[in-house]
């Protein structure tokens, strides 16, 4: 407990630090935060626990953090991408009626917003009917429609919808996507569009629908899904879906989501101190079925315990780094040779398992920490002459603490990660709480792309 009782007073230093950092509208930039990251000062704040000892109590107050909305879009040079909007029936087909209001012209209305929007952007887009009811497009049929999206290679297919319901108090937006067309980007796709939408909208989330009986998103062959923006049968949300700013709401929404769909940010799933025998693998395993890549950095001991697992994380692809041999801290810092020492016993340990050449590397406690205050600039020196880089994180599960209940670890996750476009992701592969929450994680972050740490990567450090 006095090691943690030593990081804890470390992890407040640099809590009052960013707080000082905040107020000063950042021209105060702490000297161990490069010049790349020194905007994003809050990593200072997420400080890895030791794995074996204390927690951070006195947070049940604890409210979820209001995750920023980005309030402009990148205008892109050059872009290919071409969208093709569908606004839901139209001509003869009025679709849902509310009184005097037709969803055809709701969903026109929706759609117009939506394409000035990716136009603006940069992006080709493509509507399935035009603005007049004199059209022959007004006319064209689910299967007319599909055929143009396919004839004009479509990239993504968005077709956008009013509800319908007997309860007037229903209201909401609701998002589908074909059930059987999850690898080709539809799943990730609607995902972005529920959740960019109740960013920008602030309405009452609804669950993803999973769907094969709707024709337009079952039959295109490129990524799409089906919005219902709002339910024409819920009076007050009829009105707002019928002004234009409530409109362009929605518009910027959908623009978001279609803008993070080709250009996602960038998160790094990292995970420490193992490997072990049953939650690694349950990590890798969920790892594999997401198709995704991440980063242990690994303990020489449980190499030694485990080393048929630390060859499956090479095997299936992932990045491995060394962490440390000994997890003891203050052994760990005692001088810079103490900590060479036990690095250059991990690496030949990793190297002679896995034939990886190891180059990454993490600090346990990160690189600045209550216990090598006075050697950390003396071991990085060290450890940059010889050709290795360490990576810290700006974003943490804080899974090594005692109240690291699945649902606690997910608030964690979203409450660090702030939006920001490039995330290193703390997380520790021996917890067993740390497996039961990680597929919901990756499902949270539908606007990330998540990579392995490489050499070309810049790192995050304190």
């Known amino acids: 407990m006095e090691e943690w009782r030593e990081h804890h007073k470390n992890f407040i230093r640099l809590m009052a630090l960013m ?68 606004p839901g029936h139209g001509g003869d087909d009025d679709g849902s009626v509310s009184g005097e209001v037709a969803e055809k012209d709701v969903n026109l209305a929706v759609t117009l917003a939506v394409r000035d929007k990716l136009e603006e952007l940069g992006y080709t887009v493509l509507l399935t009917r035009a603005e007049s009811d004199t059209s022959e497009e007004e006319t064209r049929s689910v299967v007319d429609r599909v055929r143009f999206a396919e004839e004009k290679n479509a990239d993504l297919y968005i077709s956008i919808h009013q509800e319908f319901a007997e309860q007037a108090e229903e209201s909401g937006i609701e998002v589908t996507y074909n059930v059987y067309k999850t690898a080709d980007g539809s799943k990730r796709l609607a995902q972005l569009m ?14 993803l629908v999973a769907d ?11 990524p799409s899904c089906l919005i219902e923006t709002g339910y024409l049968s819920n009076a007050e949300e009829c009105a707002l879906l019928q002004t234009p700013e409530y409109q362009a709401e929605l518009a910027e929404g959908i623009a978001r989501g279609v803008d993070l769909f080709f250009y996602p940010k960038t998160m790094y799933l990292t995970f420490d101190d193992g490997p072990s025998a049953e939650n690694t693998v349950a990590v890798l395993d969920i790892l594999q079925a997401h198709d995704i ?128 476009k490039r995330v290193v992701m703390l997380a520790h592969d021996v917890i067993y709480n740390t497996t039961q929450c990680l597929d919901e994680l990756i499902e949270m972050f539908p606007e990330y792309e998540m990579l392995p740490l490489t050499e070309d990567v810049e790192p995050i450090q304190f």
Not at 385 to 390: D, E, K, L, P
């Open 212 to 222: 094969d009986s709707l024709y337009v998103i079952r039959q295109t062959t490129m």
């Open 293 to 420: 890549k991440a980063t242990f950095f690994v303990i020489g001991e449980n190499v030694e315990k485990h080393p048929e697992v630390a060859r499956r994380i090479v095997e299936d692809g992932h990045t491995i780094g060394i962490h440390c041999y000994d997890h003891t801290y203050k052994k760990l810092y005692q001088s810079v040779d103490s900590y060479v020492e036990d690095f250059e016993k991990a690496w030949q340990i990793v190297y002679d398992t896995t034939g990886v050449e190891a180059k990454l590397f993490r600090f346990p406690g990160g690189s600045v920490n209550a216990y090598n205050k006075k050697v950390y600039k003396d071991i990085i020196a060290e450890m940059t002459a010889r050709g290795y880089t360490y990576y810290d994180w700006n974003a943490s599960l804080e899974d090594a603490s005692k109240r690291n209940q699945p649902e606690r670890l997910i608030r964690n996750a979203k409450e660090s990660t702030l939006g920001r």
């Open 19 to 86: 707080i000082v950092v905040l107020l000063l509208g950042g021209m105060v930039i702490p000297a161990f935060l490069t010049a790349k990251d020194a905007q994003e000062v809050q990593a200072a704040s997420v400080q890895e626990a030791p794995a074996d000892e204390g927690t951070q109590d006195g947070d049940e107050d604890w409210q979820e953090a209001e995750i920023p909305v980005e309030e402009t879009l990148e205008i892109k040079e050059r872009c290919d991408h071409v969208i093709v909007l569908d």
């Open 194 to 207: 529920q959740k960019e939408l109740q960013l920008y909208t602030e309405t009452e989330p609804r669950a």
